[in-house]
């Protein structure tokens, strides 16, 4: 045979076996799905740790800043905590309100430590509190109403207000994921409140014992803490920002976890997700959040300055399809304008307007509604289901004869249109976090809080005067009677199209087992790996 | 050549100057204020006017934008790149930080594409029109049309998921990089390929190949010493242009695999208008750009001479 044929013919066959070998190969991959599902700890992972996933880093070496929520959770302890709508003691045993709101008063709790071992006293809360002032901290929304805060004694000290306390919602606000304690001792030098944090340090059950920015936080049981230890010896917190490689991360086994952002409103699992995740064997812990996410307008310029107009589109939202975009994950805003655990929501009586598309197309006529110009909807690029919901939104109200234009922003080109009213409609989320019930609802419909900006969610003059008495009444039969009043003229008023309740999950193997909830707070002192515990 | 590379390094002025001011420009004319967008991230709310007015003044974005960018380039010169507008931190040694950490995967996906695309395109060049070289060219429109991002998700659910092989994320352990690297240098590898393989056919038609074969001489030895030095120099400019890639443009694998590198880094900047992180990796782009149009010119001279005598007359 000639030589030349003889080595055409093996790199013929050489060709073959490998094409035949990769078909092998994918076919192989294309498996069956239940093949994904958890398995046992991998090799050289300690049974005492788990690794949680998390879209943002933790900054635990802040510069400016004084850590993200989850640091703040994990690690430190508030002057006051949130439960339902009453303020209870936390750090702080008791308070006084004197001079007419003038002056509050913080008698703290003795025998506490931080767990650098250094003890929690009223020097610690003001460095704590100057730092927030001195860098005009978004995180505490007292900043720039506190005139100067002196220690009164070791464990006695006073907040002296500008021009008084607001009211109710000022002591509320002293239990917001900024305000945990910090040790003095955090930063270089110690008790510079404008020095950057070298070394986090407060009273919270856990405590960092490594932090690389970016990159992973861990987390070790803080030695110092009162309260019951946690089970497990160790977390880390890896820090990955995309949605998708959170979920390749727990397939993997390379994490344990995967936790959305605290506040809920960004950093999420992506809800679409959940479905296969559950699939495949993971748990899926949900909580819901007193927090809606609407449909806003842009009610400053015609035609949404118009009832008719804002009522229409209100009809004009069928929620069931935006629960099956989402696979049933969320619970729709169809009778209520929030989740139960919304301020005195339960017997408020705020019903919401139905789905009617015919009424919906009716009231447009009636308004003159300008059809032929395409509206402006906008959606942050950043969140991937709030494009997905206002791709929903755009083909139903196509139904009713509105023309929609989305535009899909990075985030600074939806703050410079949101900033400059350049939109007709956005989603925009109302309420917040159980810390922040009463002053996300004042920032976001009170024109003279400072987080209301220029557009706020929604703003009315019959709205303001009732939403300030419902947060700053210190009676709470007040609260209720003008948050009940409140609900109804939001409603009454269509001040937006409420779409549905945000929760927070936490997606997890299946064998980790006591991450509990502490109102819409994943923890996890009392987590552990279920063979571990049932094996001692 | 000692007289090219110091043209060179002259030229390098300008252009970075050149450079500096259009980035500069741009994210000066560019919609959005920069204070307003970081100070309402930060606050998770509108900044008031005090507050936008005390940011400005503290990083001197009240200033003409003429004073602003000579205030940027005279510190930039003396390799202090600012400070970051978001995290209040140095921009020069992040920067350098984060450039080894691409540099870290950048280079080795070169490497790994090279070793990959060269043996592969000079075999289908040798071969041409066979079955191999119809195979091999098949392979590398596969890995031309595949987006990156794909082949870094099916790395992932092929090694780490279903073979539970490597991490799917993360930095720092030895076998985190390997999945970030043979992505690399799967996508870098298809239009190497091709590009070895166009560049090696053409230069076998020529005649000094065929006097070559005439004298006796073995194919392997006609390819080594006669072949590939001529058939380089596109092979070298088109990994120049990759290289080129090294700032901002592995951000999607950087991001698929949490990799702390800089091309994450800038876009993150970019979407908070952090202008002088953004302008410190303009810069570091240009630097790096230049040094390596030089790497490559000095390259070029190396594997030809005749360049060497063309620039010695010109």
Known sequence: ?????????????????????????????????????????????????????????????????????????????????????????????????????????????????????????????????????????????????????????????????????????????????????????????????????????GTGPWMVEAYQENQHTVFVPNLHYQGVRPILEKIIVKTIPK?????????????????????????????????????????????????????????????????????????????????????????????????????????AGAAVIPFDRQRAVQLLQEANFPLKRPMELIAMGQNPDEVKLCEIIKAQLIKVGVDVQLDVLEPGGYLERTTKGTFDLRIYYVGGPERRKFTRMDGRFNPEASEFGDYGFFSDPAITPVLKKAVNSFDEQERKTNFHQFYKLVNDLAAGVPLYFNSVFVVCRPEIKGIHFISSEPRFDTAHWENLKNAE | MIELIVRRLVSLVPVLIAASFLSFSIMYLCPGDPARIILEMELQAPPTQRQLVKFKAQHGLDQPFVLQYANWLGRALHGDLGTSLKTGKKVTPVLIEKLGHTAAVFFPGMILSLAIALPLGIMAAVKADSVLDHGLRFTTLGCISIPGFWWGILLIY?????????????????????????????????????????????????????????????????????????????????????????????????????????????????????????????????????????????????????????????
């Open chain 1, 243 to 347: 949605a998708e490689a959170r979920v390749l991360a727990i397939q993997s086994g390379g994490v344990d976890v995967v936790i959305d952002y605290y506040h809920g409103g960004s950093a999420y699992t992506p809800r679409n997700m959940l479905k296969p995740l559950k699939d495949q064997g993971f748990q899926i812990l949900k909580k819901q959040m007193p927090m809606t996410t609407y449909l806003v307008f842009n009610y400053k310029k015609a035609p949404w300055n118009r009832i008719k107009v804002r009522r229409a589109f209100n009809h004009a939202i069928n929620k069931d399809d935006i629960a099956a975009l989402f696979d049933g994950w969320i619970n729709t805003a169809r009778t209520s304008l929030f989740a139960d655990s919304a301020p005195y929501i339960k017997d």
């Open chain 2, 158 to 314: 092929c090694t780490a998921i279903r073979l539970r092989w490597l991490p799917a994320f993360g930095y720092g352990r030895p076998e985190c990089y390997i999945l970030p690297i043979v992505t690399l240098g799967i996508t870098g590898s298809g239009e190497l390929m091709r590009l070895t393989r166009a560049s090696v056919l053409e230069v076998l038609q020529l005649n000094f190949v065929r006097t070559a074969r005439s004298k006796g001489l073995g194919q392997t030895t006609i390819l080594i010493r006669h072949v590939l030095r001529n058939a380089f120099v596109p092979i070298v400019t088109s990994i120049g242009l990759y290289c080129s890639h090294l700032v901002g443009g592995s951000i999607i694998i950087e991001t698929l695999f949490a990799w702390p590198g800089i091309g994450r880094h800038l876009a993150t900047a970019a979407a908070m208008r952090d202008v002088p992180v953004i302008q410190g990796i303009v810069f570091i782009s240009g630097l790096f750009f230049v040094l390596l149009n030089l790497a490559i010119d000095l390259a070029y001279t190396f594997l030809d001479p005749r360049i060497k005598m063309a620039e010695n007359k010109g």
């Open chain 1, 1 to 201: 045979m000639n030589p030349y044929n003889r080595k055409n013919r093996f790199w013929k066959k050489l060709c073959q076996l490998f094409i035949c070998f990769s078909v092998i190969f994918l076919f192989s991959s294309c498996g069956d799905s239940s093949d994904t599902r958890p398995g046992q700890a991998g090799p050289g992972k300690k049974a005492r740790e788990i690794t949680i996933a998390y879209g943002l880093d933790t900054d635990a070496q802040s510069i400016r800043n004084s850590g993200d929520m989850l640091l703040k959770i994990f690690a430190t302890q508030r002057l006051v905590e949130l439960e339902g709508t009453r303020v209870v003691p936390g750090l702080a045993e008791s308070w006084d309100i004197i001079h007419n709101g003038e002056t509050l008063i913080f008698h703290l709790r003795k025998g506490i430590y931080f767990s650098d071992g250094t003890p929690f006293n009223a020097e610690a809360v003001r460095f704590t509190f100057e730092r927030l002032m001195a860098f005009n901290s978004s995180a505490w929304t007292e900043t720039d109403r506190i005139r100067q805060i002196d220690v009164m004694d070791p464990y006695t000290l006073a907040f002296h207000y500008k021009d008084g306390m607001a009211g109710y919602i000022a002591l509320t606000a002293f239990a917001e994921y900024g305000c945990g304690i910090l040790s003095p001792h955090s930063v270089t030098p110690p008790g510079d409140p404008r020095a950057a944090i070298a070394r986090f340090s």
